[in-house]
Each structure stands twice: as structure tokens, then as C-alpha cells.
Nanobody, 124 residues
Framework: QVQLAESGGGSVQAGGSLRLSCTRS????????MAWFRQAPGKEREGVAA???????NYADSVKGRFTISRDDAENILYLQMDSLKLEDTAMYYC??????????????????RGRGTQVTVSS
């Protein structure tokens, strides 16, 4: 089982930046895809960014050029650097791990584990 814990959320003005972190517990192996999802009130959970063990990434169109996902497998940490934040980025952000497949996807239901989330609030 993989345990995930997010941190780094908070309140920020539009145009500002935040960096989210996600620490993970040790697993049998570490070379599995990880991702960040978010869910705003009244909306479905959506994939934000995903990263494979080789460092390749993909992003939702809404965050391309503003968000950067990265991972430090030696330290068991996943990051999400968020720049040029917009009001519509306000949501609960979750990190997730997919241990049964090597493919990085932005479909939340295909990930096996997720954390409890960290709130990001962007104000004008």
C-alpha cells in the first residue's frame, strides 16, 4: 500500500505562485506514474498533470505553460509548481499513484492511491 500526504496549499492572489509537495511511503518499487488531480466544489475531479518514472509528463490544457510537475524518487516526493495562478485554479488538489501500470494518464479513476488533499484558493 502507498500512503500519500500533500502539503503546500494555501491562499494566493491571482497571478501568484504556489508549490505543492506530496510525500509518499515506500513501496515494493518506485518506478510508477504519479499525478496531481483537483476538484472544485460542484465539479468533477480532473487530472492536472502526470509524470512517469522516466520523467516524461503530460498536462491538462488548462494548466499547460503555467504548472510544472516533477518528482524526486530518492526523497519520495512529488511536486507541482503552480505559476500565474487564476481564479479557476481554486480547488482541492490531490496527488495520486498508479502502481499497476507504467502509463501516465490524466484519468483519476485509473490511479490506485491518493492523498487527502490540500486546498488551493486563488483570489482577485
Amino acid at each position: 500500500q502507498v500512503q500519500l500526504a500533500e502539503s503546500g496549499g494555501g491562499s494566493v492572489q491571482a497571478g501568484g505562485s504556489l508549490r505543492l509537495s506530496c510525500t509518499r511511503s515506500k513501496y515494493t518499487y518506485n518506478n510508477y506514474p504519479m499525478a496531481w488531480f483537483r476538484q472544485a466544489p460542484g465539479k468533477e475531479r480532473e487530472g492536472v498533470a502526470a509524470i512517469a518514472s522516466d520523467g516524461s509528463t503530460n498536462y491538462a490544457d488548462s494548466v499547460k505553460g503555467r504548472f510544472t510537475i516533477s518528482r524526486d524518487d530518492a526523497e519520495n516526493i512529488l511536486y507541482l509548481q503552480m505559476d500565474s495562478l487564476k481564479l479557476e485554479d481554486t480547488a482541492m488538489y490531490y496527488c495520486a499513484a498508479r502502481v499497476d501500470c507504467r502509463e501516465r494518464v490524466l484519468r483519476p479513476h485509473e490511479y490506485n492511491y491518493r492523498g487527502r488533499g490540500t486546498q488551493v484558493t486563488v483570489s482577485s
